[in-house]
């Protein structure tokens, strides 16, 4: 992502697991981000930070997005 420092910055390989689950792995892959599990739909901010990633999941709790930084 331009601007952002360097490191891992999506998740595509996290698509159809577990929305916790996911939230470590990008949290231990990429320490400088947060990682933020959200019902997939819900209005967030439209603000782009380089220390956020949203991980959209379904009302199971599973991936149903590429997380990305953003």
Request: aromatic residues 6%; glycine residues 10%; proline residues 7%.
């Amino acid at each position: 992502m331009s601007g952002c420092p360097p490191g891992k910055n999506s998740w595509p390989e996290l698509v159809g697991t577990n929305g916790e689950s996911a939230k470590t792995t990008i949290e231990n892959e990429n320490p400088d981000v947060a990682a933020i599990v959200l019902l997939d739909g819900t209005q967030v901010t439209t603000d782009f930070r380089c220390d956020r990633v949203w991980v959209w999941v379904d009302r199971n709790g599973q991936v149903v997005r590429a997380p990305r930084i953003g």
